[in-house]
């Protein structure tokens, strides 16, 4: 089976100014520099596209990085 990449673009769309720049901190922060298997060498974009959601009940972002998930708020605070 393909492992296809969701429509990026669209997906950036859904969180605020807030959260992209909290979303970009936490890639290079937790992703980009990671020796995880799952992680190793993933790109921003595949990173969001692939591991990083929005709770629509809150609508506070949820991603996956190694070994742990982080959610950040509208106002870009991240938490674990």
Not at 33 to 52: E, Q, R, S
Request: net charge negative.
């Amino acid at each position: 089976m393909e492992n296809r990449l969701p429509e990026y673009v669209d997906h950036l769309i859904q969180f605020t100014d807030r959260q992209r720049t909290s979303l970009l901190r936490i890639h290079g922060q937790h992703v980009h520099a990671t020796k995880h298997p799952d992680y190793k060498g993933m790109n921003f974009i595949a990173w969001v596209a692939l591991d990083c959601m929005l709770l629509h009940f809150d609508d506070c972002a949820l991603c996956n990085v190694p070994d742990m998930s982080i959610g950040i708020e509208r106002d870009g605070y991240a938490h674990t």
